[in-house]
């Protein structure tokens, strides 16, 4: 066993492979879910250097590993070599035992056809490098992490057990229990920004700094990993699924997605100070872009059955159609103006999306509106816009249909994600048309609370 760090120097062993005991090598699956090896110290260089063999088809199966027998990338269950990317080292103090230290590397999956078809890591690089090379812009951008917790033993919620936002008397009775997950995170070198109770009994809400490219969706790769995983150890189940309960306390967990364009000499390109709202023409385009092709973004921004609930339950927090306002939280696209900046919130995003490929959805349909030169609706202009899919199903047909969504993310991808989709939820869901909504709900359970 490698030598047991102390605390402080734990705090630096971000990027160095040699330090640590165990190190998860990862690649993220279409749920988002880290799929790969743990590989003991020992190995550690050989498999960096070398890298995994492994198929890739696990990348595609469901979120509780479900394939699917008659798709052709699980008849042929090709391997790729998954090449380890040292600089994403990133300590996990939440997975440490005892003394033993352990670290996540993430991978990226090469072989010819393989990474077109698999890796949503890849996808991202490659549109972050057409953002700069077509535009000469930079995306900056941070996701707001929603998520519920309950004690595994007689589910009881973490704080009150009615709904709670903003009640900082939720947080006090259990803050060491918080305290310890903010120092873990701050001991990985992850900063939140904030912690607070939100609308539902047991749901919380977690704030981070925003990152350049790649760096924002790894971020919260690791975040909701270790969200997972800290209170499992302590006697708790922390779900991202996106309406875990209803009643008296329905909750609906979301992942909003912030993000603006930054130029390199350091501007923000949605901004003109000119304007009397300060939203630059581009921020414009590119918010027409993301509202055109909204129906298709929601097949990736809300990837599960359960996740249309939101529907059912609130008009303001859901968007049923693709409409942008300013600062108004019942619209697609909330523009933000403040502090002399102007960003945009799409409030699309539900607890269980891919990082991966949320980001990607927008980096597709954002640089669509650039490119072309879409002209931007007024706001809240309910009596032209597009209505947005209520189910999944429907979701995934407008992927499918959706031309330049399915180029920018890759046809085999799409045509992949679509299958995956439909054999693993919309086709078993659909049977279940005459049960309950309480049998319903206990079927999305059974598939999605302890996985997201």
């Known amino acids: 066993m490698a030598k047991a760090l102390t605390l402080d120097e734990k705090k630096g062993a971000k990027g160095e492979l040699d330090n640590l005991d165990y190190v998860y ?12 090896q743990v590989i003991p110290q020992k190995f550690v260089k050989e498999k960096t250097e070398k890298g995994l063999y492994l198929g890739f088809a696990t990348l595609y199966m469901g979120p509780n590993s479900e394939c699917v027998p008659d798709m052709d990338i699980y008849k042929k269950f090709k391997n790729g070599t998954w090449m380890a990317d040292p600089s994403t080292l990133q300590v996990t103090p939440w997975s440490d035992h005892n003394s033993r230290t352990t670290g996540m590397v993430l991978c990226d999956l090469t072989g010819e056809g393989v990474a077109e078809e698999a890796d949503t890591r890849q996808m991202v690089k490659r549109l972050l490098d057409k953002l700069w090379n077509d535009h000469g812009l930079i995306l900056k951008s941070a996701f707001e992490f929603e998520f519920s917790v309950y004690k595994m033993d007689d589910g009881t919620p973490l704080g009150s057990k009615h709904d709670q936002y903003l ?28 912690l607070a109770p939100e609308m539902g009994a047991g749901q919380w809400e977690l704030n981070v700094e925003p990152s350049d490219g790649l760096a924002a969706a790894d971020l ?8 997972k995983v800290f209170f499992r150890r302590r006697g708790y189940e922390a779900t991202f699924m996106a309406v875990p309960q209803i009643g008296v306390c329905t909750i609906l967990n979301m992942l909003h997605f912030n993000h603006s364009l930054w130029t390199p000499d350091g501007n923000n390109a949605m901004k003109d100070d000119v304007k ?13 872009g993301l509202l055109r092709h909204g129906a298709a973004m929601k097949a990736l921004c809300c990837p599960t059955v359960n996740c249309y609930r939101s529907y059912l339950y609130s008009d303001m927090f859901s968007a049923r159609r693709a409409e942008w306002s300013v600062e108004c939280r019942d619209t697609m696209i909330r523009c933000k103006v403040t502090n002399g900046n102007v960003f945009m919130e799409n409030r699309l995003g539900t607890g269980p999306a891919s990082p991966y490929l949320l980001m990607a959805a927008h980096l597709v349909a954002g640089m669509s509106g650039l490119q072309q030169e879409v002209t931007s ?6 009596e032209h816009a597009q209505v947005l899919p209520t189910s999944l199903d429907e979701a995934l047909h407008a ?36 049960e309950s909504d309480a049998e319903k709900l206990e079927f999305e359970r059974q598939k999605f609370f302890t996985t997201f």
Do not use: C
């Open 276 to 288: 009397d709202n300060a939203i630059s023409d581009l921020a414009l385009r590119w918010k027409a």
């Open 25 to 36: 090598f990862a690649i993220p699956d279409i749920n988002g879910i880290p799929r790969g």
């Open 377 to 382: 609706p007024p706001p809240k202009d309910a």
């Open 167 to 194: 009640d900082l008397r939720s947080v006090q009775p259990d803050m060491d229990l918080l305290l310890e997950l903010h120092e873990e995170m701050q001991q990985a070198g992850i900063d939140l920004t904030a």
């Open 220 to 227: 919260a790769f690791h975040v909701k990993n270790a969200i």
């Open 399 to 434: 992927l499918e249909k959706d031309d330049v969504m399915e180029e920018g993310l890759g046809k085999t991808f799409v045509s992949n994600y679509v299958t995956v989709k439909r054999h693993y939820e919309v086709i078993p869901y659909a049977k279940l048309s005459h």
